[in-house]
């Protein structure tokens, strides 16, 4: 059986190295809450790279989101913001947040959809404008175009930012781990 750690609010991004270190060569679980108020879905991340996202039913889970209203990760912190990054995933949403960047993700990173009321929940917070940090494949490069495209008819300004030097699939966390104080 994986081993299994529950995050249900917040900040995340400590876990990544902790688990790391912790559990080397074990199949992990992560749960991530993806809502606000009452638990009403999760994301599961399992270690190899997996994922599954799973509500509530009663005493047992429904693995599919059917019915959940769908909430930006992170979105309660993004109350009062104007300007924010979209990434491709929680890691590197609390890796900008860590360095006091705003940012949110949508949840099933490229394979998930960014429908309208996405744009809808982060004019209502206040975002005028977003940058789109795709991740370097074709997936990451499709859906932040898609994001883009439906930031900017909802009203926000909003630029596609490719990360230079990022290896293959790569992600915003790559491109910093390759920064130093001086970039």
Not at 1 to 7: E, H, I, K
Not at 84 to 95: Q, Y
Not at 168 to 176: E, P, Y
Request: aromatic residues 8%; proline residues 8%; positive net charge.
């Amino acid at each position: 059986p994986p081993f299994l750690m529950s995050f249900p609010i917040g900040n995340i991004s400590g876990l990544y190295s902790v688990a790391a270190s912790l559990l080397r060569g074990k199949r992990v679980v992560l749960l991530d809450r993806f809502s606000v108020g009452a638990w009403r879905d999760f994301v599961i991340r399992y270690r190899p790279k997996g994922f599954a996202q799973r509500r509530p039913n009663g005493s047992d889970w429904i693995y599919n989101l059917q019915g959940v209203r769908r909430v930006l990760y992170r979105l309660p912190e993004l109350l009062g913001q104007s300007a924010i990054l979209v990434c491709e995933g929680e890691k590197d949403v609390d890796r900008a947040w860590s360095l006091t960047i705003p940012a949110t993700t949508n949840s099933a990173g490229a394979s998930g959809k960014w429908p309208p009321e996405y744009t809808q929940q982060l004019t209502a917070a206040g975002v005028r404008k977003a940058a789109v940090i795709p991740d370097n494949d074709a997936p990451g490069r499709t859906h932040a175009h898609a994001v883009a495209q439906s930031l900017h008819a909802g009203g926000i300004e909003v630029r596609v930012v490719p990360l230079p030097g990022v290896p293959v699939s790569g992600d915003l966390s790559d491109f910093l781990d390759r920064q130093t104080k001086d970039d």
